[in-house]
């Protein structure tokens, strides 16, 4: 078992940054994958970020690409979300999940989540 909580949510003006933090605990270990996702309230979760504990590769979704960095502290088993240029599309609620092997795109592919943080960006 893995289990996952996030902190780091706000509220924050268009332009403004935040950093989200995702601790883990339980089974983990360098063969797995952590993703950010987020829902906004009557749309589908979806993938905003992922990176591979093992070699630190990174992946993003197209609408945060050069806003949004993904980074992992492995002796602190947390992953980061460092979010800047943010604007008012962004708020949502984010959730980090994890997974075995490699970053996957598809929520219903994660095995453990996080009970999410809520992000609001004003206009």
């Known amino acids: 078992q893995v289990q996952l909580v996030e902190s780091g949510g706000g509220l924050v003006q268009a332009g403004g940054s935040l950093r989200l933090s995702c601790a883990a605990s339980?089974?983990?270990?360098?063969?797995?994958?952590t993703g950010w996702f987020r829902q906004a309230p009557g749309k589908e979760r979806e993938f905003v970020a992922g990176i591979n504990w093992s070699g630190g590769r990174t992946y993003y979704a197209d609408s945060v690409k050069g806003r949004f960095t993904i980074s992992g502290d492995y002796a602190k088993n947390t992953v980061y979300l460092q979010m800047n240029s943010l604007n008012p599309e962004d708020t949502a609620v984010y959730y980090c999940a994890a997974r075995r092997y490699s970053i996957s795109e598809v929520p219903a592919s994660y095995d453990y989540w996080g009970q999410g943080t809520q992000v609001t960006v004003s206009s």
């Open positions: 339980g089974r983990t270990g360098s063969s797995y994958a």
